[in-house]
């Protein structure tokens, strides 16, 4: 069962860093967008920056759950 914890614990901050990078990328495309007034890459920015808090939060609390769930 440790072994299980520990794997929960490494996929939490594995999808943690890559909601990080889709924030960092999707916020990046944002500012390109207003400094190109280009609304395409504002609205594809926008997306990605939400969709990237949106993973973030799942691997910060839904994954840390999952031991509890099959324990």
Known sequence: MEFFTEMTEVL???VIGIGAALAVWG???LLEGYGNDNPGSKSQGIKQLVAGIGVGLIG????????GLFG
Do not use: C, D, K
Not at 60 to 67: A, E, G, Q, V
């Open 27 to 29: 916020g990046i495309n």
């Open 60 to 67: 910060f609390t839904i994954i840390p759950m999952l031991p």
């Open 12 to 14: 939490s901050v594995i």
